[in-house]
T-cell receptor
């Protein structure tokens, strides 16, 4: 079983839709959770960064962590064609050097 | 300046060639990383430099040789690569040193798309 599971998609939505992207993880020691956006042939860009459970909002983006079910989500409101990209969830433990564990990424396509 | 700059953007090399990838950041970050990313896969960690010293080598073959000349620069020297080494090579930096100063947020460059023929 992979430590972080993410549906590869593609997820196709019309412009203006609310998008929900999700990951599950298996290790309860994971405490930090991140979402990266990656456009084709570009490096990942850090979108959201959360610690432990709860919600965090930044503009049209909301990150949600539910540690009881080991489930992390990214919601995008009023999606735009420019949101079309691959979204990678990532997580790590708190202690010592622990490399980021990435999901496989979900490809999102927002059509005009 | 919040950028991590990587050069070249594209590189094609033969299996007998020697080439170098370069990475530069001017954010004052003290940790720098090399990642490798194959198509439709997540990035895989290769090396970590903390305070200009190699702190993590993820069992990377010796045909990849990292170098950190100073706190702003990171190189990856390539020699005798194989076609399966073709990938997007990403450099990243973080203000916090991993494992020492608590959690770190990574800032990635745009990568070098490497093709080995």
């Amino acid at each position: 079983q992979k430590e972080v599971e993410q549906d590869p998609g593609p997820l196709s939505v019309p412009e203006g839709a609310i998008v929900s992207l999700n990951c599950t993880y298996s290790n309860s020691a994971f405490q930090y959770f991140m979402w990266y956006r990656q456009y084709s042939r570009k490096g990942p860009e850090l979108l959201m960064y959360t610690y432990s459970s709860g919600n965090k909002e930044d503009g049209r983006f909301t990150a949600q962590v539910d540690k009881s079910s080991k489930y992390i989500s990214l919601f995008i409101r009023d999606s735009q064609p420019s949101d079309s990209a691959t979204y990678l969830c990532a997580t790590r433990r708190t202690t010592g050097f622990q490399k980021l564990v990435f999901g496989t990424g979900t490809r999102l396509l927002v059509s005009p | 300046d919040t950028e991590v700059t990587q050069t070249p953007k594209h590189l094609v090399m033969g299996m007998t060639n020697k080439k170098s990838l370069k990475c530069e950041q001017h954010m004052g970050h003290r940790a720098m990383y090399w990642y490798k990313q194959k198509a439709k896969k997540p990035p895989e960690l290769m090396f970590v430099y903390s305070y200009e010293k190699l702190s993590i080598n993820e069992s990377v073959p010796s045909r990849f040789s990292p170098e950190c000349p100073n706190s702003s620069l990171l190189n990856l020297h390539l020699h005798a690569l194989q076609p399966e080494d073709s990938a997007l090579y990403l450099c990243a930096s973080s203000s916090k040193v991993p494992g020492v100063q608590g959690n770190e947020k990574l800032f990635f460059g745009s990568g070098t798309q490497l093709s080995v023929l």
